[in-house]
């Protein structure tokens, strides 16, 4: 029986043990993470892999190199070795994005350094080196791409010009409202929603591809509780959810995130570093509804 959105919903992951087994447990299979060469991590996913289904989306960036993100000289010939061990580590991957937002600043280490054609040889290098080890891998490029944004839409068709066509499967793209005025954060407030919509046809018509939305989210706690609250955050996702089905290219949408991280902002559903420990918040029902009604489900 079809399901009534026409996508897989997955949702992002920090490796918290505790968080993974609550959504395992429920039928939650479709994850995005950063990938190291760390043992434990090897062996966690493998585990989930086994027991559970469990299918990730593995970003390939900072994280994986030698060093982590404190290494910043790292060449092409460190990057194509650390990205074949990755692939050779973790046969259970077949999806790979290459790099997180690699226009941000916080995030360029090494090799990428803000370069469009050195963030085009990346992609290059990195479908080359998976595919030689798994053919039929899928490889997801830009990152995490701002949704609206003319300035970083200029700096991706750039990338794309250099001829990024031929090793891109799908495109990555991160939407978020936090460019727009903090009282107007949903979808049906302020002109979010008409933005999104422009950035996602900007990018459809440049591309051609496939588009993954790899992060959406929106925190339940903040140090500004005035805008952030967990009813806030429940309504953002089903309107978020709701809006990408209206676009027949989009096939994923990864909800940031599961693990409520400490500091600033915690975006996750199961909050289990905030007031309230270990209770889901309440977007997490929502979450699992539009999750069973999913191609997650298919």
Not at 95 to 110: A, I, K, R, S
Not at 121 to 142: D, G, Q, R, W
Request: charged share 10%; hydrophobic share 40%; proline share 5%.
């Amino acid at each position: 029986m079809p399901q009534s959105l026409p996508f897989i919903i997955g949702i992002g992951t920090h490796g918290n043990v505790s968080s993974e087994a609550r959504a395992l447990a429920v039928g939650v299979k479709y994850y995005r993470t950063d990938i190291t060469l760390n043992q434990t991590q090897v062996s966690h996913i493998r585990e989930e892999s086994a027991r559970y289904g469990a299918s990730y989306l593995g970003i390939l960036d900072y994280d994986t190199v030698p060093g982590g993100h404190s290494n910043t000289h790292w060449n092409l010939s460190v990057w194509d070795s650390s990205v074949a061990a990755a692939v050779s580590a973790y046969p259970e991957i077949s999806t790979w994005e290459v790099w997180n937002e690699p226009l941000v600043p916080l995030f360029q280490t090494g090799y990428v350094n803000g370069s469009p054609y050195n963030y085009y040889m990346l992609i290059k290098s990195t479908y080359e080196t998976v595919k030689s080890i798994e053919p039929n891998a899928t490889i997801v490029c830009f990152g995490g791409a701002p949704i609206y944004g003319p300035p970083a839409f200029y700096w991706y068709a750039e990338v794309w010009s250099y001829g990024a066509s031929k090793y891109c499967s799908a495109i990555s793209i991160h939407a978020y409202t936090f460019d727009q005025p903090q009282d107007s954060l949903l979808l049906n407030e302020s002109n979010n929603a008409e933005l999104w919509a422009q950035g996602l046809a900007a990018y459809e018509n440049m591309t051609g591809k496939p588009i993954w939305i790899t992060e959406t989210g929106m925190p339940a706690y903040s140090t500004n509780a005035y805008y952030f609250n967990q009813s806030v955050q429940k309504d953002f996702l089903v309107q978020a959810m709701d809006f990408f089905n209206g676009f027949t290219y989009v096939k994923r949408v990864y909800w940031y995130d599961l693990w409520g991280l400490s500091g600033g902002n915690d975006f996750g559903l199961l909050n289990l570093s905030e007031p309230g420990s270990g209770a889901p918040n309440a977007a997490w029902a929502a979450f699992l509804l539009l999750y069973n009604d999913s191609s997650s489900m298919g």
